[in-house]
């Protein structure tokens, strides 16, 4: 079946720690996304990718990085410069950048202790 | 700038009843407009989008929208809610594209559809 898989579904950092979240797409889409999610906020865009080997910073880059290898995957780095990266972060995938009409993966819950 | 409000954080329905979840938006030119749904713990499913054309979007699972410029708004509507309909909504909002954009959807804060038996 065609789809994003993210992993791990829920991940326990220690405070100084880097994490990398993973994201894969099976769906021959050239545009990829990471999103925040926060209790009572609307998505909020962390970085997205419209071709292999190009990325662009979305509203809330800072302590975060991405690659973008290959068309499938674009794993997301939360930096122990990211001041409170206690979230569910949600990967995203659409046909083209200009589509809005996103494929989202289940989603990966980090927890710094 | 642009801007997506959804007023109410929560709305309660009883199961059989229609359903309305509120959305309006600011934005420069004529805009794409999404709504999604959100189950716990899950990722988000697209529900249907207004580009152009009839004012009123059919999409999955029953539901509608209706988009009204002079009111800059975008209701998400169902004749008939169900229980399995409660869920997080989200509505989101970008513009058509140009030079000075970046195509990228600006979201609502989503509002929580508590369809009771």
């Known amino acids: 079946d065609g789809g994003i898989t993210q992993s791990p579904k829920y991940l326990f950092r220690k405070e100084g720690q880097n994490v990398t979240l993973s994201c894969e797409q099976n769906?021959?889409?050239?545009?990829m996304y990471w999103y925040r999610q926060d209790p009572g906020q609307g998505l909020r865009l962390i970085y997205y990718?419209?071709?292999?080997?190009?990325?662009q910073k979305g509203d809330i880059a800072e302590g975060y990085s991405v690659s973008r290898e290959k068309k499938e995957s674009f794993p997301l780095t939360v930096t122990s410069a990211q001041k409170n990266p206690t979230a569910f972060y949600l990967c995203?995938?659409?046909?083209?950048?200009?589509?809005?009409?996103?494929?989202f993966g289940e989603g990966s819950r980090l927890t710094v202790l | 700038a642009q801007s997506v409000a959804q007023p109410e954080d929560q709305v309660n329905v009883a199961e059989g009843n229609p359903l309305t979840v509120k959305c309006t938006y600011s934005?420069?030119?004529?805009?794409?407009l999404f709504w999604y749904v959100q189950y716990p713990n899950r990722g988000l499913q697209f529900l249907l989008k207004?580009?152009?054309?009839d004012n009123l979007v059919k999409g999955s699972y029953g539901f509608e929208a209706e988009f009204n410029k002079s009111q800059t708004s975008f209701h998400l509507k169902k004749p008939s809610a169900l229980v399995s309909d409660s869920a997080l909504y989200f509505c989101?909002?970008?513009?058509?594209?140009?030079?000075?954009?970046?195509?990228?959807?600006?979201w609502g804060a989503g509002t929580k559809l508590i369809i009771k038996p």
């Open positions: 934005v420069s030119g004529n805009p794409y």
């Open positions: 995203a995938s659409s046909s083209g950048a200009d589509t809005g009409e996103l494929f």
């Open positions: 990718s419209q071709i292999v080997n190009d990325f």
């Open positions: 769906l021959n889409h050239d545009a």
């Open positions: 207004y580009i152009t054309g």
């Open positions: 989101a909002v970008r513009d058509i594209g140009g030079l000075d954009s970046n195509y990228q959807l600006i």
